[in-house]
């Protein structure tokens, strides 16, 4: 089940970018579960990780990897998140480096990889090093639908979206992918994102963007609040489009390439959140008028997280008390609530801090069958604004993780 | 469903306090939902209440009166929560408090008014107001299994219990409710529990007693991290068991009072736990060897918080990877991973960091499938030690947050 989510089409092929995917039987049902991405020489990379303290063998050694060397393959697999496997997990990523090192010729320390599925089993390295060469072989420029579908864990349905930019005259592309469903509260960036794109850019251009935008997408969404140990999120350009070097943050051309790179973040965020683990609702949380981000993004976590919130949303119940209880909850120990007000879309529910007078609970109702809600809180005590993205708790969520290994 | 509690039996009344309820028909399924409590002149009174911001008109009356002026009468409604309703909700409020005050003759400011179920909707001032002059003709002592029962929401089964303690030879009786179920994360105390004792105390002694012993069990467990507008816990000491006066915090009598106190709210606090919605089990988090109390409940709640521990537990799945995601997510930021070690029972299932060699997948799914479970963190930085209490998050808790309303 997914909200509001089509199936992705008319990728856009990235010059010096090629991919291929594979079955490493490393799911029991055979499925497409490891992919390649190679670069061509002279690609500038970027990536942002997880934050979690238990973060995975293959993210302490991408995360060396990404700012001492330059990347040229990209080796990804899902089914197994070799996370929780302590100093074997770090030899076992690095076998599988070190495996497609020496097919390809290149050094083991060019080489970024990731992994995610099931934390705290042995990643199997037989079963990958074995499916090497068949990949290597298969690289291919357009195959970034194949390289979406092979990165989903639960996700229903493969996210990829393509954008361009005009850069004084020259077409630049970008096409990312992204996978999510579950254990989903970026902080950093999300399970895993790949955008590759022909543009010439520097590599501390590229690093700001890249963050830039992760904090502006991946950064403002929640499915369950719980921060994976494997997110990470990368960013891959080739130069190919030969447009001028954008290696100036303040340049005009940087501003237009981040803000594509913003807008495909956000795309490929909200495509995650729209498949999120038993969604059946997309919903916007904008807090407005808070003294500052943090306040803001807490209050709108707190309403995001909220079990009672989320079941109220499944259930179409405009059953606003319980936001109200979240606002009380989340931390501001100085805010006047009789200020406060919330609105569903247009219909405002509370003003002064108790229902609306104009509220009737058939308008809230109509806002709340909606499969998408937007959810507004001014707090009426600053000028700062923020909106994160999140589903609500259904049956389907319960399903889905009680049974995702068993 | 519940978890290993069982309906209340042998409870002790205690002199000097007697309780009436009645239906005030403010559920449309006629059931008790008034409750009144008498307390003798001279009695006692300490009470916590919520943290949250949005606190219920009840709860800012009941906060004032209880320690300016001698309670003489609580009075309870379930059913309705007299929450986020502003300004009126408190003339509501203390529109029965006037109500009571007329009939009983005592002053408006020795009534403390308690209010639990839905946010947002007026409290049905009339009704209650039509029911007082039975519920004073009704007054009895021995009336606590009914009481337990008016104060009642989604809970399944009513929660009292009685302790006795021996002060220098002179018996002195515990008898207390509780009502949980939902948006329980106490920050202060539960959605609402009274306790009665017979012991004679200075409100000063009463007042850290209760504080403490609210710290040590309400403050400690979490059902679904969301804490409501109206928790509240009182204690009310009537004196009649004619113990010398304890007013001295450091002398034996007040450690075994303490104690007691102490006891009975672990015992109310862990029977919320059990009956929580959707309750399947119940487990004990302990996180040991932590640097301060912060770092261990910070660990020991993310781990109770998590929809996908709580779900695995659902599922009698020991997917120990969540449990170090959780852990990983806590915001230790110098947390040394190859120190920390998880079991479950008696069952290593992780040591220095990763999966310990001696643990088997049956080892731990026997664990598993238990109705009672502790799990154990031992963090190997800290002479800190917490405990808290939790359940998993099923499908019936869904069910029950998707439909209490509509």
């Known amino acids: 089940m997914s909200v509001g989510l089509e199936f992705p089409s008319s990728l856009v092929p990235i010059k010096g970018v090629r991919l291929a995917s594979t079955s490493a039987n490393i799911y029991s049902n055979k499925r497409n579960d490891l992919l390649l991405i190679e670069l061509d020489k002279g690609t500038v990379t970027s990536a942002v990780f997880t934050r979690n303290i238990f973060c995975a063998a293959p993210v302490k050694i991408a995360k060396e990897n990404v700012n001492n060397f330059k990347p040229r393959y990209l080796l990804i697999n899902s089914g197994n998140a070799n996370a929780g496997t302590g100093e074997k997990g770090i030899i076992h990523a690095k076998s599988t480096c ?24 042995d990643l199997p390295v037989e079963k990958i090093n074995q499916s090497l060469p068949e990949l290597v072989n298969k690289l291919s420029n357009d195959a970034w639908l194949e390289a979406a579908q092979a990165i989903m864990t639960t996700d229903t349905i493969p996210k990829a979206i393509s954008r361009q930019v005009i850069l004084n005259g020259v077409d ?44 502006k997408s991946f950064n403002r969404i929640t499915i369950d609040g719980d921060t994976s140990t494997n997110d990470a999120c990368a960013i891959f350009a080739t130069g190919k489009a030969k447009n001028n070097l954008i290696d100036n943050c303040n340049s005009d051309d940087f501003i237009e390439f981040e803000r594509a790179v913003i807008n495909i973040c956000c795309d490929l965020a909200q495509a995650i959140v729209r498949d999120g683990e038993g969604a059946t609702k997309f919903i916007s949380i904008e807090v407005s008028k808070g003294k500052d981000q943090d306040e803001c993004l807490g209050v709108a976590y707190k309403i995001a997280e909220s079990p009672l919130v989320k079941t109220a949303f499944t259930a179409s119940d405009p059953n606003w008390g319980r936001i109200l209880a979240a606002i009380g909850n989340s931390g501001i120990n100085d805010l006047n609530i009789n200020n406060v007000s919330v609105y569903l879309d247009d219909v405002c529910i509370v003003d002064n801090g108790e229902r609306s007078k104009t509220y009737t609970e058939e308008s809230g109702k109509k806002v709340m069958v909606q499969e998408e809600i937007k959810l507004s809180v001014n707090l009426n005590r600053g000028a700062c604004k923020e909106e994160i993205w999140t589903t609500d708790l259904s049956h389907e969520y319960i399903t889905i993780n009680a049974e995702y290994r068993t």
């Open 172 to 215: 630049i592309n970008l096409t990312g992918i992204a996978k999510g469903a579950g254990m989903i509260k970026p902080n950093m960036a999300t399970m895993l994102s790949f955008i590759a794109t022909d543009a010439n850019i520097s590599k501390e251009a590229l690093d700001i963007a890249i963050a830039n935008a992760v904090n």
């Open 98 to 121: 070190q495996s497609l090192a020496t097919i390809t010729g290149c050094k083991m320390s060019q080489i970024l990889p990731f992994s995610t599925g099931v934390i705290g089993e």
